[in-house]
């Protein structure tokens, strides 16, 4: 099952847990509350078949696909690609993800600036909303594979923090304030 924490201050290797000192974990209701990341569990063996990825690609209008591996043997330019994504950024559009192999982190922000440190790990499906601040580091086993979807023509282009006039930043806070609940004021 997918897990969810918010990270300590430390600037030591990225791909540790980060933990905070006792560690506080968070329900993933509570992580969509806070931040509108939504999560889905897939088959991640059949996922072609899968009845749940089949509905959200139906629903969501998802129109293309491919695959991305991320491993120094894989990836072309490994070092600068991994620095990019551990870079704090946003996109115009949704980060969909599903894990067919392997585990990493997917770091981001709530409301309050806090770093939420996600991990997934195979059959994990993480939806990372359109102008939420996020990164993405690979965990000490230097390894994930997953599948990333679009609606359209997919644009990957990160727009690194400060990103704050951008429409989709806006827009993001908007639903931020109207939807998703701040455990700390409900
Ligand atoms: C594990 S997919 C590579 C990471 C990525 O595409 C991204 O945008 C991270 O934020
Ligand atoms: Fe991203």
Request: charge should be negative.
């Amino acid at each position: 099952m997918v897990q969810v924490w918010f990270m300590d201050d430390s600037k030591t290797d990225q791909r540790l847990d980060h933990h905070r000192s006792p560690p506080a974990f968070l329900e993933i209701s509570e992580l969509h509350k806070k931040t509108g990341v939504e999560y889905y569990k897939i088959n991640a063996d059949d996922y072609q078949n899968d009845p749940l990825l089949n509905e959200l690609r139906a629903k969501r209008g998802y129109t293309y696909e491919d695959q991305i591996t991320c491993s120094e043997e894989c990836l072309p330019d490994y070092a600068n690609k991994l620095k990019a994504f551990f870079t704090e950024h946003l996109h115009t559009d949704e980060e969909i993800r599903l894990i067919l192999d392997g585990s990493g982190f997917f770091d981001v922000r709530d409301g309050d600036d806090n770093w939420l440190r996600i991990k997934v790990v195979k059959g994990d499906l993480i939806i990372i909303p359109a102008g939420i601040y996020h990164r993405f580091t690979l965990d000490i086993n230097n390894f994930i594979q997953t599948r990333r979807y679009f609606i359209g023509e997919p644009v990957w282009a990160p727009h690194n923090r400060p990103a704050d006039n951008m429409d989709c930043r806006k827009t993001y806070l908007q639903h931020l304030s109207e939807s998703f609940v701040h455990l700390n004021k409900a």
